[in-house]
């Protein structure tokens, strides 16, 4: 087993996150979250190990403890937190916004009751793609969470938590292989199966590159991003803002 301890930037008030229903996937409930802790998947290296996450509660000295029945070493523990702090939002300092906003008539207010809450991510853009092409056109989230599980079921790594089946996100060259039409079987349309099938296929071939859309100018990420089959300007936009940075673009909205 093994524990450690990963800072935030203050402020951030996780607990808030649990009233935002998209951040959470079908495995989660959220009311159990605050006792129980946060528990999920992470891709460290080639394995992928289940991590249970507890918040400290402090906004201004934000901290969260990491637990996992795995022996990490050093290294892991490092390759994990890379994951964790952008599914957490650990390296995103919004006291900027806090200090700009503070006499402002509109935003003032809002960020008062709002103090410190941060964008929730999957641990990965590629994670984020999947769940946004899954997900997208259907109004009942709850239905689009469990074909969006039943995908990581079928196609990533078999894991057990506590006798709980928490399958690990499909890599690219697990999702590849899959056939649209056994994915069309899960609930998603085929036409999303083609979709995902085809990213993971120009991934593995090196013709899309997650870390470079992740680290580029945004203008770029959301070129980039919206040239992949399946995700459209709105979905380019909200992509974008899942790389865990404070820089966007939002070209749909200018006239």
Same mark, same amino acid.
């Given at each position: 087993?093994?524990?450690?301890?990963?800072?935030?930037?203050?402020?951030?008030?996780?607990?808030?996150?649990?009233?935002?229903?998209?951040?959470?996937?079908?495995?989660?409930?959220?009311?159990?979250?605050?006792?129980?802790?946060?528990?999920?998947?992470?891709?460290?290296?080639?394995?992928?190990?289940?991590?249970?996450?507890?918040?400290?509660?402090?906004?201004?000295?934000?901290?969260?403890?990491?637990?996992?029945?795995?022996?990490?070493?050093?290294?892991?523990?490092?390759?994990?937190?890379?994951?964790?702090?952008?599914?957490?939002?650990?390296?995103?300092?919004?006291?900027?916004?806090?200090?700009?906003?503070?006499?402002?008539?509109?935003?003032?207010?809002?960020?008062?009751?709002?103090?410190?809450?941060?964008?929730?991510?999957?641990?990965?853009?590629?994670?984020?793609?999947?769940?946004?092409?899954?997900?997208?056109?259907?109004?009942?989230? !709850? /239905? +689009?969470?469990?074909?969006?599980?039943?995908? $990581?079921?079928?196609?990533?790594?078999?894991?057990?938590? &506590?006798? #709980?089946?928490?399958?690990?996100?499909?890599?690219?060259?697990?999702?590849?292989?899959?056939?649209?039409?056994?994915?069309?079987?899960?609930?998603?349309?085929?036409?999303?199966?083609?979709?995902?099938?085809?990213?993971?296929?120009?991934?593995?071939?090196?013709?899309?590159?997650?870390?470079?859309?992740?680290?580029?100018?945004?203008?770029?990420?959301?070129?980039?991003?919206?040239?992949?089959?399946?995700?459209? !300007? /709105? +979905?380019?936009?909200?992509?974008?803002?899942? $790389?865990?940075?404070?820089?966007?673009?939002?070209?749909? &909205?200018? #006239?």
């Amino acid at each position: 087993m093994s524990n450690w301890t990963l800072k935030s930037i203050p402020p951030h008030d996780w607990f808030l996150c649990l009233d935002v229903e998209s951040y959470f996937d079908h495995e989660h409930d959220v009311e159990t979250i605050f006792e129980e802790g946060f528990t999920r998947p992470i891709p460290i290296g080639d394995t992928d190990v289940i991590v249970t996450v507890f918040f400290n509660g402090d906004p201004d000295s934000p901290e969260f403890h990491i637990e996992t029945k795995e022996s990490l070493s050093k290294e892991e523990i490092e390759e994990a937190n890379k994951s964790l702090s952008k599914i957490l939002g650990t390296n995103m300092d919004i006291r900027p916004l806090y200090d700009q906003a503070a006499e402002d008539p509109l935003l003032a207010d809002k960020l008062a009751s709002l103090y410190g809450l941060k964008r929730m991510t999957r641990a990965n853009l590629f994670e984020d793609i999947q769940n946004r092409i899954v997900e997208m056109q259907m109004n009942h989230k !709850p /239905t +689009a969470k469990k074909m969006m599980f039943s995908v $990581r079921e079928a196609y990533g790594t078999a894991l057990v938590h &506590n006798g #709980k089946s928490i399958p690990a996100w499909p890599r690219a060259h697990q999702l590849m292989k899959a056939d649209p039409m056994s994915i069309r079987k899960l609930g998603p349309t085929k036409r999303k199966g083609e979709y995902l099938t085809g990213l993971a296929s120009d991934m593995v071939a090196g013709n899309v590159d997650m870390d470079h859309i992740t680290n580029c100018d945004p203008q770029e990420a959301y070129d980039l991003l919206t040239s992949i089959k399946g995700i459209g !300007p /709105t +979905a380019g936009q909200d992509l974008m803002m899942m $790389r865990g940075r404070p820089d966007a673009v939002f070209p749909s &909205n200018k #006239k």
